[in-house]
């Protein structure tokens, strides 16, 4: 069994109470990072580490930290992303539910890195449960010295806040987020000038994902080097995996990057397979804007060799033929899920999402959605799929920010691969709406459960 | 508790409510008090149910912004409400993996038991629901949210929920 390094002690009862976690080794990160290190040091170990933005991006954190500018007399701000809204992710809820200090701990070591004297945690507005844990944590930590004034002697101080967003999944998009904090509209900012730079207040901020913050503990505590020893090639270090759809065991699960898809879809120590018995159709990777995959171009690349769960691997073959790590959020969809009904959902909710700022994705995400809407109810055209392969493309890379290509991705991969799906959506209308086409070739090569048994 | 207001009658916070404000304000640098308008709208929809016109005229007041600020925030983030709502707000999420997993039979028979449409009141106003989009827990699926906690029910089924609508007609009857 793979080592744990985030998600260790998460079975110990209590261990979201200051006591418990401390006991556990807690904490030893801040007092190792403030009482032996200097702050260019501490950046130097989550260099090293090879650390990826564990938020969708997969930039290096470490380089990102180094891009923070450092002028004389100005506030430089870390702000914690936590407005996690991507379709099939929920780590960051589950870290912050059951391990607040992780994140409270991590926070301290990286805005001492950063020299950031007042940190903010932005929580998405629905997440209260974890926004009511988080302040309780930090109510404990700073009684025990680890906030606020001269923290541990050592004279640094650091003030830690829990901020709530509204609602709208925009405000994930690290400029947009900022606006929402500085108490506006979530309208992501045009780029350069970049955070690093002039982020909140104008002032040099770094923005980093829950699970980001939370590795720079198990860095700290073990070097940077040690860090760097697990995983596979540049994607080092371990990473949270939200599994969810028709698995038989859904759930968040830390691997080790480079762990054979197969091995983490099929495992009982992972998902333990398809629910019911049923056979894999498609996947989604790294949440729902990552292209989606075929189970077989899924579990082995087009040059027939197994699929790992990492950055490079799970990228091969570019768009054509791979997808993404994305945020690790994995949607398993079985043999009964229609791919159409699907691409529509997701659709929706990027038209849903769009701030409106920029036309083509205000404009095309709602046209892609009434064309999606008409061919799953039986009033598509042929002409169609190639209509959203257009609008798609019309979106892509025309944005200020991602959400365009988040929006087009995830179409423009569906007809790619499901392209007779959709072309049995218009030929066959009243099947499209009463049944499912089905699993057709895109099958996963495994036998079924219980000719593999016999 | 909630008070249906009318949009016209004015608005006066509590002074224990404008002291919660003030917590708000205290986290940000001197100057930029318009951070707390996020947080400050969620503790005046906790305290009203909704966030009404001559409430955020007040919030503008305090916060020393103009009242199209706070409007045009309001009608930007899903969670705040420009109409009153029922005590109980039942949010399920739509989104991929909750769909496949069967939220949108969830939906439907919430309908059916509540006897109102997505965004309506019933009539004893205790009730409104309403699809919303990725609440992030896609492995526990289908799953509901009800406001100003956010108290979360995971896994539902129909005699889940069910039982959720009858607990809460219970607890309101109380």
């Known amino acids: 069994m793979a080592r744990k390094l985030l998600l260790e002690h998460i079975n110990v009862p209590g261990i979201n109470t200051f006591d418990v976690y401390r006991s556990k080794g807690g904490y030893a990160a801040v007092e190792k990072a403030l009482k032996t290190l200097t702050p260019d040091e501490v950046v130097e170990e989550v260099k090293k580490s090879g650390l990826r933005g564990r938020g969708g991006a997969g930039f290096p954190t470490g380089m990102k930290w180094s891009f923070l500018a450092k002028p004389e007399g100005v506030a430089r701000y870390l702000v914690c992303n936590a407005d996690e809204s991507e379709p099939g992710t929920f780590k960051d809820r589950y870290l912050m539910t059951y391990l607040p200090h992780l994140l409270i701990e991590g926070m301290i070591v990286a805005s001492f890195a950063l020299g950031a004297k007042t940190s903010y945690i932005y929580v998405r507005g629905e997440m209260m449960p974890q926004i009511r844990i988080l302040e309780k944590a930090i109510a404990e930590a700073k009684a025990k010295g680890f906030l606020g004034k001269n923290i541990l002697g050592t004279g640094y101080d650091l003030e830690l806040y829990v901020q709530p967003g509204g609602g709208a999944y925009i405000c994930g998009e690290e400029t947009a987020l900022l606006e929402s904090l500085e108490g506006k509209r979530g309208n992501p900012r045009i780029k350069p000038p970049f955070p690093a730079i002039a982020g909140l207040y104008g002032c040099p901020t770094v923005v980093n994902n829950v699970e980001s913050i939370a590795a720079v503990v198990p860095i700290i505590n073990e070097g940077g080097d040690e860090y760097a020893k697990l995983g596979i090639g540049r994607s080092t270090g371990t990473k949270l995996i939200s599994a969810g759809g028709n698995l038989r065991k859904p759930g968040v699960y830390e691997i080790d990057l480079g762990l054979p898809v197969e091995e983490f879809l099929y495992s009982d120590e992972y998902c333990g397979g398809i629910a019911n018995g049923k056979r894999l159709k498609a996947v989604v990777a790294g949440g729902s804007s990552v292209p989606i995959l075929p189970a077989n171009l899924f579990l082995k690349t087009i040059n027939n060799e197994p699929r790992l769960m990492s950055y490079e691997s799970l990228a091969d073959g570019g768009f054509v033929s791979g997808t993404m790590m994305g945020s690790g959020g994995f949607i398993a969809y079985d043999e009964d899920q229609c791919i159409v009904r699907n691409t529509w959902n997701f659709a929706r909710f990027y038209h849903h999402e769009s701030c409106g700022q920029c036309s083509p994705c205000r404009e095309g995400t709602g046209w892609m959605e009434k064309v999606l809407h008409r061919l799953e109810y039986g009033h598509g055209k042929m002409s169609d799929m190639d209509l959203l392969v257009d609008v798609s493309k019309k979106i892509e890379g025309n944005t200020i920010c991602p959400l365009g290509d988040a929006a087009a991705w995830p179409v423009a991969s569906a007809i790619r691969h499901f392209r007779d799906e959709f072309e049995w959506h218009v030929t066959n209308p009243s099947a499209a709406v009463s049944g499912n086409f089905g699993i057709a070739h895109y099958a996963d090569p495994l036998p079924k459960l219980e000719e593999a048994a016999s | ?174």
């Open chain 2, 1 to 174: 508790m909630l008070s249906v207001q009318d949009t016209n009658t004015p608005v006066t916070f509590s002074p224990e409510l404008l002291s919660k404000f003030a917590d708000v304000v205290s986290r940000y640098p001197e100057g930029k008090q318009k951070s707390a308008l996020l947080p400050i709208l969620h503790l005046v929809q906790a305290e009203y149910g909704w966030t009404s016109v001559p409430a955020m005229d007040k919030v503008a007041e305090f916060l020393s912004i103009q009242p199209i600020e706070v409007y045009e925030v309001a009608s930007f983030y899903t969670m705040y409400f420009l109409k009153p709502q029922g005590k109980y707000m039942l949010e399920v999420c739509r989104t991929g993996p909750c769909e496949i997993v069967g939220a949108t039979p969830i939906m439907e028979h919430i309908e059916k038991t509540l006897g109102v449409k997505e965004g309506d009141v019933t009539p004893d106003g205790l009730f409104s629901w309403r699809g919303v989009e990725c609440l992030a827990a896609c492995g526990f699926g289908p799953v509901l949210q009800i406001g100003p906690e956010y108290t979360f029910y995971e896994n539902l089924t129909t005699d889940s929920v069910d039982k959720l609508i009858g607990d809460l007609k219970g607890k309101a009857n109380n």
